[in-house]
């Protein structure tokens, strides 16, 4: 079956499950639902009893026909006919609104549990996989489990009904019936060979389409970018390319399911030819009656339907059963951060120390290796260093974003793993290089930190950021919109939106990982007003490359390929002559005032 697999891998989180296990899972989700669904079993038996009622009505009243034409008998025929159909339509639409919302219920509480655990997810989960790909386990897959949960109460329904049928047949004759009975093990049988190419197709299926969502997703998000260099082109291309893999797959999970069918109604044929030809002689020979005859001809319409539908659902089970191993694959995975307990600290002052601390993010990426770092509460530090020397690697795990290997980071003298996570990240706040403002007000995203803060706390915190001047370039104050991402401000706002928003958590240590890489120097210059407020009395790391932010520090840290090298004040460092003294040359000296004044001075001569 490689020619289904089409280059598509399956994610790292994802599990195999026994078709067992999952099928014991999803009776697990409709537990709570037990009252709905007996009133959905009630309703199945006695839709299943109308319709096999209706045939052996009309044959019966066949039977009266021919034995006494006259008008009140076939009126009476009709009538029951007429009361029997609408009962059983009545039954099954009862049935269909009380299962409608037991399924609705069980999908309800399934997509709440998979974004929950989208939720529980590590950081570093997010960046190994797509978000479209996980947005596609949400929304797609949850969908397509319900179908799986339709098909089984199609499927219950249909099993009693053919029961039914064969009851009443065997009454009737015993010879024509078993012509039925043998047609099951075949017809069963050719259906299970579907069974194992139906469940890989299906997930491949689901795979592609997971592939193109993500694609889609990020090339809205990246649309700026790929206009910028021209390059809608080759994004189209791309997505052309991988729009016709999921059509090919799709293709051949259509083919599979698709093919059953024809050969089922080839076997389905086969007996009805034989009911024909035993029913026809025994009608000739007078055996059977003319109400018989119908009723063996009607039950056996009546009766091929949902036994190809019983041997054809093990086929479109699989639909359901991949759908829900991809969802609980994502609920199930676990988490690479692991606490070792649920420590609440009341108060955090803010000292933080590593502990000969040793940090990958894979096998062959080492990124610190036995590094050990004191940083007392209310101190500013500023990690500089190289790209790959490990500073955004520092933030994030004292964020608790990754789980490192060994050694202890701890928090106020507490191992940071026996803290409760949640209520730790109470006390901490960061501010990134881009920060993400979610749709709304200007108000809406400072509030994000404390829903519950009131209006006026929310402008103090705005007007503590560089007194507040900036919210005057605002169309519409605190209540402008942000649009998507924020995109209707400008960089420099967001991160003015950001540090407020920080201001009103009021933490007790703020992680800087470039805030202001980002922006130009009059508008850097406004953020750092902004920078002074908000760190003020805080233990703050710093993670920069403009020297703006790190020059009014307590202690620079010099990283080099995840190790210490060097550590102290501005002067002292820079009268060492060492790596930081480099630099500073390098990168730092021209965003000095005294040499943007001198450029200025060269600019005019």
């Known amino acids: 079956m490689g020619f289904l697999m089409d280059g598509l891998d399956a994610e790292g989180y994802d599990r195999k499950y026994a078709d067992g ?8 989700y409709f537990k709570p639902q037990s009252q709905k669904m007996t009133i959905v079993g009630v309703l199945v038996l006695l839709s299943s009893l109308s319709s096999t009622a209706l045939p052996v009505v009309i044959s019966r009243g066949l039977d009266a026909i021919q034995a006494d034409p006259r008008d ?7 009538v029951l006919a007429v009361g029997v159909g609408v009962l059983g339509w009545l039954f099954n639409f009862v049935r269909r ?69 064969l009851i ?16 099951i093990p075949v017809i069963m049988g050719v259906a299970l060979a579907f069974r194992k190419i139906a469940r890989v197709t299906v997930t491949q299926s689901r795979r592609a389409r997971a592939e193109v969502s993500a694609l889609i997703q990020e090339s809205v998000a990246g649309i700026g970018v790929a206009k910028t260099f021209r390059q809608e082109t080759s994004m189209y291309g791309d997505f052309l390319g991988l729009n016709r893999r999921s059509f090919r797959i799709n293709l051949r999970t259509g083919y599979v399911f698709t093919g059953i069918f024809p050969i089922l109604n080839v076997l389905a044929g086969i007996g009805t030819a034989g009911l024909v030809f035993f029913g026809g002689r ?13 009723l063996f001809i009607q039950g056996m319409l009546m009766f091929w339907f949902p036994l190809t539908s019983i041997a054809s659902f093990w086929s479109q089970f699989q ?5 829900g191993e991809r969802v609980f694959s994502l609920i199930d995975d676990d988490p690479k951060v692991r606490q070792t307990g649920s420590t609440v600290l ?63 980071i701890l928090i106020d003298g507490v191992d940071i793993r026996s803290l409760d996570l949640q209520a730790f990240r109470r ?33 103090r915190a705005a007007r503590q950021i560089a007194n507040g001047d900036w919210l005057d370039t605002l169309p519409a104050g605190l209540e402008t919109t942000v649009g998507e991402r924020g995109s209707s401000l400008s960089m420099g706002q967001r991160q003015l939106v950001a540090l407020a928003r920080i201001m009103l958590q009021n933490p007790s240590i703020i992680i800087l990982d470039e805030a202001t890489a980002s922006v130009d120097p009059m508008t850097e210059a406004l953020i750092q007003e902004g920078l002074d407020a908000v760190l003020k009395g805080r233990t703050s790391i710093v993670i920069a490359h403009r020297l703006s932010t790190i020059r009014n520090v307590d202690r620079i840290i010099v990283l080099k390929q995840g190790q210490i090298i060097e550590e102290g004040s501005h002067d002292s460092l820079m009268a060492n002559g060492g790596h930081y003294a480099e630099l500073y040359n390098t990168y730092f000296r021209h965003q000095s005032i005294q040499y943007i004044e001198a450029s200025k001075y060269l600019l005019e001569e």
Do not use: C
């Open 346 to 408: 009341k108060t955090i002052k803010g000292a933080i120390t590593f502990e000969n601390l040793s940090f990958r993010y894979t096998d062959k990426e080492q990124v610190l290796d036995n590094f050990s770092l004191r940083i007392n509460a209310g101190e500013s530090v500023a990690l500089v260093g190289h790209t790959g020397a490990g500073k955004s690697s520092i933030g994030k795990l004292i964020a608790r974003f990754y789980e490192f290997q060994s050694g202890r």
């Open 319 to 323: 639909l359901g059963l991949a759908a």
């Open 21 to 28: 296990d999952l099928v014991r899972r999803i009776i697990r």
């Open 427 to 459: 006390h901490l706040g960061v501010v990134t290089q881009t920060p993400f403002l979610f749709d709304g007000t200007v108000a809406d995203n400072i509030r994000y930190g404390r829903r519950e803060a009131t209006d006026a706390e929310v402008e």
């Open 72 to 78: 009140a008998i076939i009126v009476t025929v009709a």
């Open 168 to 183: 009443y047949l065997t009454l009737v004759d015993a010879q024509l019936t078993l012509v039925l009975i043998l047609m």
């Open 282 to 294: 025994g009608l000739v020979f007078g055996t059977l009656t003319a109400g018989d005859y119908f």
């Open 97 to 165: 609104w009380y299962s409608s919302q037991a399924i609705g219920d069980v999908v309800l509480k399934l997509r709440e549990d998979a974004f929950e655990a989208v939720l529980r997810r590590d950081l570093s989960f997010f960046d190994a996989y797509p978000s479209g790909k996980i947005v596609s386990r949400v929304t797609s897959d949850t969908h397509a489990f319900s179908q799986v949960v339709n098909l089984v109460m199609e499927l219950v329904s249909q099993i009693l009904l053919v029961g039914l049928l």
